[in-house]
């Protein structure tokens, strides 16, 4: 079965980063599309940012573009999430999640997530 870990939330002061890791097991990593997602308290979850098997396709909402990056390493099955310049608006529960080819594309997964597989998450907090 397929198991999904996410590593690295933690409390930081606004203007500050952070790195989130997530390793998946149990299926063939590089058929997968990859992807971040987060949920505040009240809120529905989003998805922030996708890539696509190859790592050559991303995709970013608006409101993290030019501070977040994703990326992947499909030797060491793990998934990456660069946070920089933290808002706290940015605090939420952070998702990873594995999606199958069906999705069609990084940004399809990231607004449908069909057929994904989610972590139990990890808690980011930016306090200013």
């Known amino acids: 079965q397929v198991q999904v870990v996410e590593s690295g939330g933690g409390s930081v002061e606004a203007g500050g980063s952070l790195r989130l890791s997530c390793t998946a097991s149990?299926?063939?990593?590089?058929?997968?599309?990859m992807g971040w997602f987060r949920q505040a308290p009240g809120k529905e979850r989003e998805g922030i940012s996708c890539?696509?098997?190859?790592?050559?396709?991303?995709y970013y909402v608006d409101s993290v573009k030019g501070r977040f990056a994703i990326s992947r390493d499909n030797t060491k099955n793990t998934l990456y999430l660069q946070m920089n310049s933290l808002k706290p608006k940015d605090t939420a529960m952070y998702y990873c999640?594995?999606?199958?080819?069906?999705?069609?594309?990084?940004?399809?997964?990231?607004?449908?997530?069909?057929?994904?597989?989610w972590g139990q998450g990890t808690q980011v907090t930016v306090w200013s």
């Open positions: 149990g299926m063939p990593f590089d058929d997968y599309f």
């Open positions: 890539i696509s098997w190859s790592g050559d396709s991303a």
């Open positions: 999640a594995a999606g199958g080819v069906e999705n069609g594309n990084a940004r399809d997964f990231c607004r449908r997530r069909t057929g994904a597989n």
